[in-house]
């Protein structure tokens, strides 16, 4: 049943989304996500960015992490579900969110279907952005975080393979699996993530 139908305050923001975007590092979710967040009026949540964020701060949690991400490792799942809980928490949470890198391996998918049931919901979509490796390397080298060496950017990628792309089929055969090709210009993505979604502005 699609989700948000009887909630007449869902016709609001999209009908309070729920999407994960899915890809590798270096794809270009964040940047589809602060699109569609500003679209649709929901908050883009990037656990990367949190964590990130709890470094610069110094935070309990910032030194814990702060040598894995730096390792381009990932970091373990029973301390990114304390993050996203008390993150999917908050208020503005409860009008619908994207999700952008989180979940990041099976254990993490199902304590996020484990949250949402608790509040009997689900994942509207999780929408996988798609980019060649040799482009998603040549992007993260541009982009060039002061940590962002090669060497952390190949092992990131290798994290991904080994840990995410499993998701690919999990959400696949729930039916939720959405596909985008992410190797296009930002405004061709954007316009078939709104496709895909189903909130017009399609492409021709
Ligand atoms: P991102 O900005 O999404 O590429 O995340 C940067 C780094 O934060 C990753 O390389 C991981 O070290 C860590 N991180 C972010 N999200 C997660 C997650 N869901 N699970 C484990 N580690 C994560």
């Given at each position: 049943m699609a989700a948000g139908a009887e909630n007449p305050q869902n016709a609001e923001n999209g009908r309070r989304l729920k999407v994960v975007l899915l890809g590798p590092?270096?794809?270009g979710k964040g940047t589809q996500a602060q699109l569609l967040s500003a679209r649709l009026g929901i908050p883009a949540i990037s656990t990367g960015d949190m964590l990130r964020e709890a470094v610069a701060a110094g935070s309990e949690l910032g030194r814990r992490v702060e040598g894995i991400m730096a390792a381009g490792k990932l970091v373990d799942d029973a301390l990114m579900a304390e993050v996203v809980r008390d993150r999917l928490a908050k208020p503005d949470a409860g009008s619908g969110y994207l999700l952008d890198g989180?979940?990041?391996?099976l254990p993490q998918a199902k304590t996020l279907e484990g949250i949402l049931e608790e509040s009997g919901q689900q994942l509207d979509a999780v929408v996988m952005v798609d980019v060649p490796v040799d482009e998603l390397v040549r992007r993260s080298l541009l982009r060039?975080?002061?940590?962002?060496t090669e060497e952390v950017i190949r092992e990131r990628q290798r994290v991904y393979r080994e840990k995410t792309e499993p998701l690919i089929g999990y959400y696949r055969e729930r039916g939720l699996l959405r596909e985008i090709d992410?190797?296009?210009p930002v405004d061709e993505v954007t316009a078939h993530m709104f496709a895909t979604l189903g909130l017009g502005e399609g492409v021709d």
């Open positions: 590092p270096g794809a989180y979940p990041r391996t060039g975080r002061a940590d962002d992410g190797h296009r």
